[in-house]
């Protein structure tokens, strides 16, 4: 939703970003989690006595990426910071993590709401550590105080994350959501994460605060924290909005706080003040050196990165699709690669963008396999095009055959033939059913001799009766209008 | 003194003796071990004896001499490590209860390179808890004496590193230097200590004080003896991030060459005000000693050194604040057996598991970061020792090497700084500026005040100077042919 009338919505995200790398951001130790507790970690990653940082060169270059991608100046010196609080899942009870000089600074981001584009800036893309993982248990909320105990498991602790910090552009939940949409798909593209947000790999912070419309100043913020689905981003910032508007509007105030979304009652609720909240107390970290990107790095990664999301689609789009159709297809990577195989072997773009977003999605849904496993390749969808352009196939045959090649695959020119589906063009049988309808519908025929063109139609169906759905409609229109001519 | 004893051969002695077979390292150990057993009493300069794990290693020691495997001039050399400075299985409690009875699962770098040279590790020695201090009477397990005068402290935070190779219940030892407390208790116990280049020795497994600062360095009877300790542990360590990749100083070479032609520096705001008369007068006379030996002399002055102190004690604790953290008693040490809430336990563990010193620095390190007082502290203190470098590196354009007193007086009673940190942070005054530099540093033996307590000359030398620094202190040690030693160190004639 955007506010309510008369209010504004000021609203910036912070995205965390857990690199899937090999192993963690600081010591030896596997990144990817294994599932026993404790299992993957040293005397860095457990912070005991003695035990000292030494940064991961792949992290750095995942974040070198993400940052390029997002249209960041690349800092050539950045520091590392100590940001300090105490909480058992923090070994060290401060974390790596960056301050002043950031890996990234500088960026924005397109993000189109509705088929419109519109533009996020990127305040900086900085690299920290990820805490180890606390299991609150016998509580109510998932919060340590109502917990009988926590147990505490360090296999994430250290595990690289890259955190992506907006400027505060973003005015409405829809507009949160396709952000948060956008740069998952960038992640995705550029294959430094799984950016699996149900599983905490991407997760979401949510500054927002509103101001009536047309004053500049801006209104007291909150964070709000446990975003874990676009879904649940969206409809997190929508509440904190509406609540924000009812407390200004009962002539309350708000309060600078962090709030955490509680999925299942749809609400936040209030975590710690402003006065609660912790003094990091951040300096620079005396274990690590300045980080060192050259020029020749930065323009490495320039050269080796992927598409993105944004010329995908204006390539798409430059195809002849419309904006839905482009989104459906820029979200689904295996259609993606389909459709561009096709447009460039010379299909037409509007057929085969309307056959995959269509028909083949909602297949492999009714039949419930992922869109991985269909057997469907861009051959077929070229030889497809190819006969519906040549009147060999109805729409709706060619949508079969689809169906068919997905579940099947094969060359739509053998279905078609073994399912009986080829349209008749041949104009010697088309012109004795023509002749036999005309004979059959004197009125008719009459109207349209004598200008009134509406009948046509109820002519071409009778036809197209005749033929068993299987004649080319293009030609019996031709002869039917030959044939009526005054 | 029993010069009969083996324990009280330099290091280059007993190397020569187990190559020829004069004696095994099985009796090197059981030497020091003796002596051990006769001034511990006195001075507890051990926390933690490892005798079995000594045996192995001199046991090992001479296999493989029998064997013709030869790892180096370590190989079967009985040592002692400060006990900051972790040993697998071996118990490391940085002298602090929060971490009693600790073994922890890995070796510090310096411990493994110790061991791959093939020494003999006899155990962990005492120091001021965390090595916050300057008289080893903040540990946590009771004080060390010094072996001149057990009534007098011996410097810390390093004592029973020094204490130990002072009295000879180890050849050489090491221990690690943040502010001075390498050099301060070599002075105070009248053994050659030594703090390098920071960045030249890892710090991978050294329980951080001050990461900027901390630096680990041997103690040895001699100059030669320090150039061998230092040799067998420098070098880059991937497991270090601060630590300098490129070529090791060639030590041992320089030993001989004299000063003739050098220029060196006497730094004249640590010859003033502050410094002990009888200090300056053994300092002076040295002065004059290398003048004549073919030194140029000139006074230098590093007007910021005056600022260094005040720098270094937020600095210095503000590291401390986030590097003592981790010790919250949820993963590993003490943690307090009180019920209550999760910060309960993590405020009650560190509460009743540091000791006062370490408490005091930790709250002025925490006061020196918090938002608003930052830059007034913190930052400031930044800047002075931006100034302190830029002094120093002025400084060196200009001389070869720098010199002072290593502390500004000789070693002091026990209790009598004890419940003044103000006065006990001043011991430092003469050493801090090398630790705010990252330059090395080396204290010298030169002499014995009328108490009998010794004296302490510092050598300063700029960043990977440490050949040069060698060969000043390997002069040093000629001209001021100190051969006293402890009576303590031969008190064994009467043992039984």
Request: hydrophobic fraction near 40%; charge should be negative.
């Amino acid at each position: 939703m955007t506010a309510p009338k008369g209010w504004e919505a000021v609203i910036g995200i912070e995205t965390h970003v857990e690199l899937s790398t090999e192993s963690k951001m600081f010591c030896g130790c596997p990144a990817t989690i294994p599932d026993d507790p404790n299992t993957a970690c040293c005397p860095v990653c457990l912070a005991l006595p003695g035990a000292l940082p030494v940064p991961n060169q792949k992290a750095i270059d995942g974040i070198v990426t993400i940052g390029t991608a997002l249209g960041c100046t690349i800092n050539e010196s950045s520091l590392f910071y100590r940001k300090n609080y105490f909480y058992p899942d923090l070994p060290k009870n401060y974390q790596i993590s960056q301050y002043t000089f950031p890996v990234c600074e500088f960026g924005s981001l397109e993000v189109p709401v509705d088929g419109e584009p519109t533009t996020v800036g990127i305040t900086r893309v900085h690299m920290e550590e990820d805490t180890g993982k606390s299991s609150h248990v016998g509580d109510g909320g998932g919060r340590i105080h109502d917990a009988e105990y926590t147990l505490l498991d360090f296999n994430r602790a250290g595990v690289p994350l890259v955190e992506v910090v907006t400027e505060p552009d973003i005015r409405s939940a829809e507009q949160a959501r396709a952000y948060g949409a956008e740069l998952q798909r960038i992640v995705l593209a550029l294959g430094v994460s799984d950016a699996r947000l149900e599983a905490g790999s991407m997760r979401f912070d949510a500054n927002v605060s509103v101001r009536r419309v047309g004053t500049v100043e801006l209104g007291t913020r909150t964070e709000t924290k446990n975003v874990n689905s676009l879904r649940s981003l969206q409809r997190a910032i929508a509440f904190e909005i509406d609540r924000q508007v009812k407390v200004i509007e009962d002539g309350g105030t708000i309060v600078q706080e962090t709030r955490h979304w509680n999925e299942d009652k749809g609400v936040t609720t209030s975590m710690r003040t402003k006065e609660e909240s912790e003094d990091y107390r951040y300096f620079q970290d005396p274990d690590l050196l300045p980080l060192a990107v050259s020029a020749e790095w930065q323009e490495r990664v320039r050269a080796s990165l992927p598409e993105l999301p944004a010329s995908v689609r204006a390539r798409f789009a430059d195809a002849g699709l419309d904006a839905n159709t482009v989104e459906i297809l820029v979200d689904s990577p295996e259609l993606a690669v389909l459709f561009t195989e096709a447009v460039a072997a010379g299909a037409d773009g509007r057929n085969v963008g309307n056959w995959l977003t269509g028909e083949v999605i909602a297949h492999a849904r009714r039949e419930d396999y992922p869109l991985s496993e269909s057997k469907l390749t861009s051959r077929h969808l070229v030889e497809l095009a190819q006969m519906v352009d040549e009147g060999k196939l109805s729409s709706s045959a060619a949508r079969e055959v689809l169906t068919s090649a997905m579940d099947e695959g094969g060359s739509p020119a053998d279905i078609a033939s073994a399912k009986d589906l080829l349209q008749v063009s041949d104009s010697g049988a088309l012109e004795t059913a023509v002749d036999i309808v005309i004979a059959d519908n004197p009125d008719a025929v009459a109207k349209v001799v004598g200008g009134d063109m509406k009948p046509i139609g109820f002519l071409m169906g009778q036809v197209m009766r005749h033929m068993a759905g299987k004649a080319d409609p293009k030609v019996v229109q031709q002869i039917l209008r030959d044939k009526t001519k005054g | 003194m029993n010069v009969s004893d083996l324990a009280d051969l330099s290091i280059a002695d007993a190397a020569a003796g187990l190559r020829s077979g004069d004696f095994t390292s099985v009796e090197l150990l059981e030497a020091v071990t003796r002596r051990a057993s006769v001034t511990e009493a006195q001075l507890h300069s051990y926390l933690t004896l490892d005798a079995e794990g000594a045996r192995r290693a001199a046991g090992a020691a001479d296999a493989a001499f029998a064997a013709g495997e030869d790892r180096g001039p370590l190989q079967g050399i009985p040592l002692a490590l400060k006990d900051n400075m972790c040993t697998i299985g071996v118990e490391t409690t940085a002298a602090s209860q929060i971490l009693a009875g600790w073994k922890p699962p890995y070796d510090a770098t310096v411990v493994k390179r110790l061991r791959a040279g093939g020494a003999v590790l006899t155990g962990k020695t005492n120091l001021d808890e965390f090595a916050m201090g300057s008289s080893t009477e903040n540990s946590a397990f009771g004080e060390t004496r010094n072996p001149w005068n057990p009534r007098y402290v011996p410097g810390g935070s390093s004592g029973g590193s020094a204490a130990t190779v002072a009295v000879g219940s180890a050849f050489g030892s090491f221990g690690s230097d943040t502010g001075g407390s390498i050099r301060q208790p070599a002075a105070l116990c009248g053994v050659v200590g030594m703090k390098p280049t920071y960045g030249l020795v890892s710090r991978y497994g050294l329980i951080a004080f001050a990461s900027s600062l901390d630096q680990i360095g041997p103690f040895s009877r001699s100059v030669a003896d320090s150039a061998t300790l230092l040799d067998a542990i420098a070098g880059w360590d991937r497991f270090d991030s601060t630590s300098i990749e490129g070529e090791v100083p060639n030590l041992a070479g320089s030993l001989d060459k004299g000063v003739s032609g050098l220029r060196i520096g006497v730094v004249t705001e640590l010859m003033g005000e502050g410094i002990d008369p009888q200090v300056k007068a053994a300092v002076s006379s040295m002065i004059a000693s290398l003048e004549g030996a073919g030194a140029e002399i000139v006074d230098i002055s590093l007007p910021s050194t005056e600022y260094a102190l005040s720098a270094y004690y937020l600095i210095a604790p503000a590291e401390c604040s986030a590097n003592l953290a981790r010790f919250d008693g949820v993963r590993y040490g003490h943690r307090s057996s009180s019920e209550g809430t999760t910060e309960d336990m993590m405020s009650l563990t560190r509460a009743e598991g540091f000791g006062p010193e370490v408490i005091r620095r930790i709250l002025l390190g925490t006061y020196a970061l918090s938002a608003g007082y930052y830059d007034a502290f913190y930052g400031q203190a930044q800047r002075v020792r931006t100034l302190v470098r830029n002094d120093f590196a002025s400084a060196y354009g200009d001389v070869d090497v720098l010199v002072s007193p290593t502390s500004p007086t000789t070693a002091f009673p026990v209790g009598e700084r004890a419940a003044d940190p103000i006065a006990m942070y001043y011991s430092d005054v003469c050493t801090i500026p090398s630790n705010l530099s990252g330059d090395p540093a080396i204290s010298v033996p030169v002499g014995l005040d009328d108490k009998g307590l010794p004296i302490g000359f510092q050598i300063m030398a700029p960043a990977l100077g440490e050949e040069m620094m060698y060969q000043v202190a390997g002069a040093v040690e000629q001209l001021a042919a100190f051969t006293a030693r402890p009576e303590l160190a031969s008190s064994e004639v009467v043992a039984p």
